[in-house]
């Protein structure tokens, strides 16, 4: 149904896929072009819907890889095997081709240069998509905000980003990996799952007040939320975001 | 089951209210806690989405969509 966009309101629209990049075996960035796009803030996501020929539906949320900056609306996804949305936009979906989204979507889950710092970021596997973008717009917007991403994975492998992660861990951004299983020979990081002792010495003191984004599965967000306000952090100043294995697939 | 929050739900909030509600303070009428609507605990797998106080885990509010159509019960939220 066509009608006249109404502002404030979210309104389904055809984005155009540009592009897709691999960004691990299971995980793919999809560059979209979108007319009218009114721009995002980082860390919002976008609802995304497929409909099947016989009008079916299925719809979840994805969170925006890109910076406000960067030209180009990026979602990256990850494949889950029993998965209903994800699988297609993996592995069936084309340059050329046309996607259903809308968005931005999120107010909570945001950072912007007016936050200010210092910016610790914790994530777990593809939980670095939206922290992803505020990084980039950390880094874009010329910021004297130090930032810190301390980033659990699997493997070696399933970690996103990884080239642009080396690059800026070559700058002056500070980044610990920690891997869950199977840690490379001579692997120099953490290997484990976070714990309050691992968010203390990444991590800024309480009295440093650092602003706090922590966004992964349900139970390592739950995690990294009650070490952090037993390590003594102002619960104010911690932003979570969860997601799971349904509806809102990321 | 595991709960998600109320950012999982931030899209189907605002077309229902017509705004960003996730930074939107929800006060839980059972046990009073005041938390942004994005704090909240949100079972996505119920028959319809059922969002619960972090708090207390009371049912602050359920939500289904039949043909387009989103009913809103708003039963656990205090207007504060």
């Known amino acids: 149904m066509a009608g006249a966009a109404i502002p404030g309101r979210l309104n389904w629209q055809l984005a155009t896929v540009r592009e897709l990049v691999d960004e691990t075996a299971r995980a793919k960035s999809i560059v979209l072009e979108l007319p009218g796009w009114p721009g995002h803030r980082a860390g919002q996501h976008v609802d995304v819907r497929l409909t099947a020929h016989d009008g079916y539906q299925a719809q979840r949320s994805y969170s925006i890889a890109s910076a406000p900056d960067d030209g180009h609306l990026v979602l990256t996804v990850e494949r889950l095997e029993d998965g209903e949305v994800s699988p297609y936009l993996v592995d069936e979906l084309r340059a050329g081709d046309e996607l259903e989204l809308r968005g931005p979507i999120g107010g909570y889950f945001v950072w912007e240069q007016s936050l200010g710092g210092p910016l610790f970021l914790v994530a777990g596997g593809s939980g670095v998509v939206p922290l992803r973008s505020m990084l980039r717009q950390q880094r874009a917007g010329g910021s004297e905000v130090p930032v810190r991403l301390l980033y659990s994975a699997r493997t070696l492998d399933d970690i996103l980003y990884r080239d642009e992660l080396a690059r800026l861990a070559s700058v002056d951004v500070d980044i610990r990996l920690t891997l869950t299983r199977l840690p490379p020979d001579g692997w120099q990081g953490y290997q484990r799952r976070i714990d309050p002792e691992m968010l203390e010495q990444v991590g800024w003191s309480p009295e440093e007040r650092p602003l706090v984004y922590v966004c992964g599965p349900s139970g390592f967000v739950e995690t990294a939320a009650s070490g952090f306000v037993a390590l003594g952090h102002d619960p104010q100043r911690i932003r979570t975001e969860r997601f799971g294995p349904t509806g809102s697939e990321r | ?80």
């Open chain 2, 1 to 80: 089951m595991t709960a998600l929050d109320g950012n999982a739900i931030a899209g189907l909030l605002q077309e229902v209210f017509g705004r960003e509600m996730t930074t939107v303070n929800g006060i839980c009428a059972s046990c009073g806690a005041t938390r942004p609507m994005a704090e909240l605990n949100v079972y996505l797998r119920a028959p319809g989405t059922v969002v619960r106080c972090a708090s207390c885990e009371d049912v602050v509010m359920v939500l289904v969509t039949i043909r387009g159509i989103t009913c809103v019960d708003l039963r656990g939220l205090d207007a504060g």
